[in-house]
């Protein structure tokens, strides 16, 4: 069984850090790309950051030069640092990753709350 674990949501004041962490587990095959969605009420899930197994890295106009995502590859995680936190980050956070046999696999999601 393969299994993705999110951790590290919650409050958090505007301006404030966060950082999420998500590992993989279970027969889950060669990872290609790891990355971070959210989605806030009302709105679409949109991607946050990705980073492929080379390391290239992509991000959301909206939150470069804030958050920086980053990968272990020998123990499956990918980690995303949240910084300078703003209201409209509000929304529960979802690790998406992507096998090299094209398999997709989703967490449960994390919420991240900012507060004003």
């Known amino acids: 069984q393969v299994q993705l674990v999110e951790s590290g949501g919650g409050l958090v004041q505007a301006g404030g850090s966060l950082r999420l962490s998500c590992a993989a587990s279970?027969?889950?095959?060669?990872?290609?790309?790891m990355g971070w969605y959210r989605q806030a009420p009302g709105k679409q899930r949109e991607l946050v950051a990705a980073i492929t197994s080379a390391a290239s890295t992509n991000y959301a106009d909206s939150v470069k030069g804030r958050f920086t995502i980053s990968r272990n590859n020998a123990k499956s995680t990918v980690t995303l640092q949240m910084n300078s936190l703003k209201p409209e980050d509000t929304a529960v956070y979802y690790c998406?990753?992507?096998?090299?046999?094209?398999?997709?696999?989703w967490g449960q999601g994390t919420q991240v709350t900012v507060s004003s």
């Open positions: 279970g027969s889950i095959g060669l990872i290609n790309t």
């Open positions: 998406n990753v992507v096998t090299f046999i094209k398999r997709d696999y």
